[in-house]
């Protein structure tokens, strides 16, 4: 665990970071039971350059937002030191049985509660250390840093706002947003936000070929209309067109059953001052029909690689 700071604490990078169980499968890391030919190389191709990112990086703790861990009543945030245990998709039991074990950045925790206390927020610290992570946080949290070796904090999509109205629970999640990055300021981290979270989410029902679900040539996306949505929701994003992003973000949703509709991107977003710089897609596919966009967002004061630097755009 880090050491104790106060102030000048800053979010070095940003990440849109899908988490299809799927992922994890198809890297056999040692902590997954089942095991796997491969599969889905473009978006996990994608995720190794965030990887070398987040090393050059040197945060002091990850932050995911993860819309599988819901709660009904206010935001939630991991506050007990060590979490370890045995997560298992619910959907996918078959492909995702994972030993995960996280050190919890507590004193953060506490201070982005503290904060979103007085936001006027309903806020929470999660202090059970039995508690069973979600295989979203885990999932982003593996293919961002697979030696688990930073600190974490998770933080739960306030599943009550968000799912009876989209206008009041994006403005929660907003708010969230500044209290996370005040809480960061506050206690000196340098950190690394993540928001875990698949763009169109309509999705096959059932595997195309249950007996091999890495075969790749059943994989594409659901539907032709949410492929374009998907391509617009990324060309405004890299091109850093983020107040139109947010004027469209209802609608995309609406019609593409959005997953980002759970906050974790707002959040995100608004934690980083709404940057109107270009993100850097690295990767988009599909995983059982929904469409995944791996990009970062890098604020100016980081540091950044030669096409970035240059300007370019991959």
Request: net charge negative.
């Amino acid at each position: 665990m880090k050491t104790t700071r106060s102030g000048n604490g800053e979010i070095v990078a940003g990440f849109l970071a899908p988490h299809p169980p799927h992922l994890v499968y198809a890297e056999n890391p040692t902590q997954n039971e089942p095991k796997s030919r491969g599969g889905w190389e473009p978006l996990r191709w994608a995720y190794e350059n965030c990887r070398q990112r987040i090393k050059e990086l040197k945060p002091d703790v990850i932050l995911v937002h993860s819309p599988h861990w819901q709660t009904v009543v206010g935001h939630h945030v991991t506050a007990t030191p060590r979490l370890e245990g045995r997560s298992v998709d619910p959907i996918f039991p078959h492909l995702f049985r994972f030993d995960y074990g996280m050190d919890v950045d507590v004193e953060l925790a506490e201070a982005i509660v503290d904060e979103c206390k007085g936001a006027g927020l309903e806020a929470k610290p999660m202090q059970n250390p039995k508690f069973r992570v979600d295989y979203g946080t885990i999932v982003s949290l593996h293919m961002l840093n697979p030696d688990w070796d930073i600190p974490v904090v998770g933080i739960s999509a306030n599943n009550s706002p968000y799912f009876y109205d989209d206008k009041i629970g994006q403005e929660e999640m907003s708010q969230l947003g500044h209290a996370t990055a005040k809480a960061i300021a506050k206690t000196g981290r340098r950190a690394v936000l993540a928001a875990s979270n698949t763009l169109s989410h309509l999705h096959f029902p059932q595997e195309p070929n249950p007996g091999l679900p890495e075969d790749m040539s059943c994989e594409h996306i659901q539907s032709q209309a949410q492929y374009e949505w998907d391509v617009k929701i990324i060309n405004l994003l890299r091109a850093g067109k983020i107040d139109e992003f947010f004027e469209v973000m209802p609608q995309f949703c609406r019609e593409a059953f959005a997953e980002i509709k759970a906050g974790g991107l707002t959040w995100m977003l608004e934690a980083m001052g709404r940057p109107r710089y270009g993100a850097k897609l690295h990767g988009y596919g599909t995983v059982i029909g929904t469409g995944n966009a791996v990009m970062e967002w890098l604020p100016d004061n980081s540091p950044k690689s030669d096409s970035q630097a240059s300007g370019g755009q991959k």
